[in-house]
């Protein structure tokens, strides 16, 4: 795995993008690119400097988890990096690097659901107690809460696309080079994502209402 330490642009080299058109942006990146691929890791030191936070906040988003999210943004740089010369240009680089985020997150909660599964044949423990689930519903109460927690329970494509079109800002053209499906689908998804968020919202809110 890629060490924190390689992730950071050297301190003798100053820049600062946050005022520059998203054009110039993608042309810099260009040019970084061709750096990176001439050898130069500064280059890319820059690259992840550029794009690091956003990488992170999408992985962050589908995991849930910090630490797990901190690793996993170490393995996107790291799979990037290793994929370089693969990149042939016919998207953005963001476009490109944020599926490559996309795609590790979509492992990583892979082999969630499989340790999942192997401690909960381990311990083969007791369903919760009615009183045991009112308790955690009391303590859940918060409706911002409830949707994050939620959010993290929706199937992994509904979860992608709430968390890129609302939390990302993305347009439905970035989206779907992203995820590499038709727009119509994008939209389908995202009807059913809100759809079933609303539901859930709606049922909880029911619950709480009825044991207060």
């Known amino acids: 795995m890629m060490k924190e330490s390689t992730l950071q642009p050297p301190h003798s080299i100053g820049m600062s993008i946050s005022n520059l058109a998203a054009s110039s942006a993608e042309q810099d990146d260009a040019a970084l690119v061709s750096a990176c691929l001439a050898g130069d890791q500064d280059a890319f030191a820059l690259l992840v400097q550029r794009h690091q936070r956003r990488v992170f906040n999408l992985v962050f988003r589908m995991l849930q988890q910090y630490d797990e999210a901190n690793e996993v943004t170490q ?42 599964a192997l401690q909960a044949a381990i311990q083969a423990e007791p369903i919760e107690s009615e009183e045991q689930v009112g308790v955690e519903l009391a303590e859940a109460h918060d409706r911002q809460e409830f949707v994050r927690e939620h959010l993290s329970t929706l199937p992994a494509k509904y979860r992608a696309v709430l968390i890129l079109r609302h939390l990302q800002d993305m347009t439905y053209e970035e989206m779907a080079e992203i995820l590499t499906m038709p727009i119509g689908t994008i939209k389908t998804h995202l009807f059913r994502a809100r759809n079933l968020l609303k539901e859930r919202l709606e049922a909880f809110e029911h619950e709480w209402k009825t044991r207060g």
């Not at 985020?101 to 340790?115: F, T, V």
């Open 75 to 116: 393995d996107v740089f790291l799979a990037a990096w290793q994929g370089l010369s693969s990149f042939r240009g016919d998207a953005r680089f963001s476009t490109w690097l944020y599926r490559i985020a996309y795609n590790c997150a979509l492992k990583q909660l892979e082999q969630r659901k499989k340790e999942w």
